[in-house]
């Protein structure tokens, strides 16, 4: 019987992957999608780094983000000394909302209105490291206008295994 | 008969000379599917480093109601300058000895701590002493971070920071 089946050649056994594959591009498109959409709620910029940080992971639980948006800029300008940067803000965004960096009043008024809508939320201020006190202390004193007296300061988390960033030195 | 049977695949292609017929499945779609997989994820994988928080009190114009039992604490105040276009210079107000990066100022700091559970006794300043940062208005925002982290390091849990000084 076995060398009959020889006889006729050898059988292919084949899948229909056509299927599949509409599938799996569907899903890539959809998670390209995604994606464009929850990075625009965070802000292109370097946060500090630290000596020896003490920093701590952030909670999943609700969280209310102030960006402090330094002026545009391509990665590898910067990549030397991230410092060496134009320390004026362009743009506050609390939430998806986008302020004027001098825009205060907008800024308290967004996060009474968001602190009121998530009374548990915690606030973060995300601030790009290279930007002056002078522009980033009105920004503290705009969220305790708006009766928020605790705010997580963004940094970078401590580099596993590397040695620690001195800068500053 | 019995045993060429059991052992009819070797035996078959021994006999007929031919070579063994591929039973494999045609790979070559879900090659294609898993490259475009691997340039997906490769094109939106994230290699910026982890971000985390510091949580902070901030400089309340009001304050904190006055507690009359208790003598009004001293601040131990850290006031950073800047110095050239990104460096800083760090001192603290009513000691000599200015240090030399935030490093040294964690340690500085620690030992001006007065806190016998952790065997410290040569400071004069409580764990929960208020520890004000007072950078000036050029300082770049990640010393301020940094000198933060310092203070936070040396264990203390009042800090606050300053309003701008000019």
């Known amino acids: 019987m076995s060398s009959q089946i020889f006889h006729r050649g050898p059988t292919k056994p084949q899948m229909n992957i056509t299927p599949l594959i509409d599938v799996v591009f569907l899903l890539i498109i959809f998670f390209m999608l995604v994606n464009n959409i929850i990075s625009e709620q965070s802000v292109q910029m370097i946060v500090p780094q630290l000596d020896e940080p003490t920093t701590r992971e952030l909670d999943d639980a609700g969280r209310i983000i102030v960006n402090i948006a330094p002026a545009d800029y391509a990665h590898r300008e910067r990549a030397d000394n991230p410092l060496l940067f134009d320390g004026e803000a362009r743009f506050i965004r609390v939430g998806l909302q986008t302020f004027a960096a001098d825009d205060l009043e907008g800024v308290t008024a967004a996060l009474i209105d968001a602190k009121s809508a998530y009374p548990d939320a915690e606030v973060v201020l995300r601030s790009d490291g290279a930007l002056y006190y002078g522009v980033v202390q009105p920004v503290m004193g705009a969220i305790t206008r708006a009766g928020i007296d605790k705010v997580n300061l963004v940094a970078y988390m401590p580099e596993r295994g590397a040695a620690t960033v001195k800068i500053g030195e | ?166």
């Open chain 2, 1 to 166: 008969m019995q045993a060429d049977q059991t052992v009819h695949h070797r035996s078959a292609s021994k006999r007929h000379g031919r070579p063994k017929p591929s039973m494999q499945p045609n790979l070559s779609a879900m090659i294609d599917v898993i490259f475009l997989l691997l340039i997906y994820f490769v094109v939106t994988a994230n290699f910026t480093p982890d971000e985390g928080v510091l949580t902070a009190k901030l400089p309340q114009g009001t304050g904190s109601p006055s507690q009359d039992m208790t003598p009004p604490q001293r601040p131990l105040n850290i006031v950073l300058s800047p110095a050239g276009e990104t460096q800083v210079r760090i001192s603290i107000q009513g000691y000599p000895q200015a240090p030399t990066g935030f490093a040294d100022l964690a340690v500085l700091l620690t030992q001006l701590q007065y806190d016998p559970e952790r065997g410290l006794h040569s400071g004069a300043f409580k764990p929960d002493s208020p520890v004000v940062i007072k950078p000036e208005a050029g300082v770049r925002w990640q010393h301020v971070a940094n000198a933060f982290n310092a203070a936070v390091r040396a264990r203390y849990t009042n800090i606050n920071f300053a309003q701008v000084s000019q």
